[in-house]
């Protein structure tokens, strides 16, 4: 494709910007064009700053207040340090008796498998009768 001074401009180097219709050489200027007035204006995006009332401003910190308390509030909740650690504990404990149950199963298993490979009357006769049981 090639690309002359007639070409579309969505069709032509650099960073297209499809709300303003303009294409920009580099990222630099890109960003500069976003943050620009006429981008913005075409966004619909007014430029000018609303000025507050003392009322409003009273009220906006009121609610920052509010805001601040309740995650205080929950993170004291979130955070009980004896609840966390006798739950921990108690995982401990469970972690232990499984660990256990799961030696004895593999002791049983492993018993019951060699009684398995050795014949009784061999085994009695040879002396072995009575071991590991």
Same mark, same amino acid.
């Given at each position: 494709? $090639? ?40 966004? %619909? ?40 650690? !006798? ?7 469970? !972690?232990? $008796?499984?660990?256990? !149950? ?29 071991? %590991?049981?």
């Amino acid at each position: 494709m $090639v690309v002359t001074k007639d070409s579309p401009s969505a069709m032509q180097g650099g960073y297209y910007c499809k709300v303003c219709d303009c294409v920009v050489k580099d990222s630099i200027n890109y960003l500069d064009h976003i943050n620009g007035k006429k981008h913005q204006r075409n966004l %619909g995006m007014s430029m000018k700053v609303e000025r507050s009332t003392l009322d409003q401003v009273r009220a906006r910190f009121e609610k920052n207040k509010r805001k601040r308390e309740e995650e205080e509030k929950n993170k004291a909740e979130d955070y009980d340090l004896e609840a966390r650690a !006798q739950e921990r504990q108690e995982e401990e404990e469970r !972690q232990r $008796v499984l660990k256990r !149950q799961r030696k004895k199963d593999k002791k049983r298993a492993a018993n019951e498998a060699q009684d398995d490979d050795v014949d009784p009357e061999l085994a009695a006769v040879m002396g072995f009768g009575g071991f %590991g049981k």
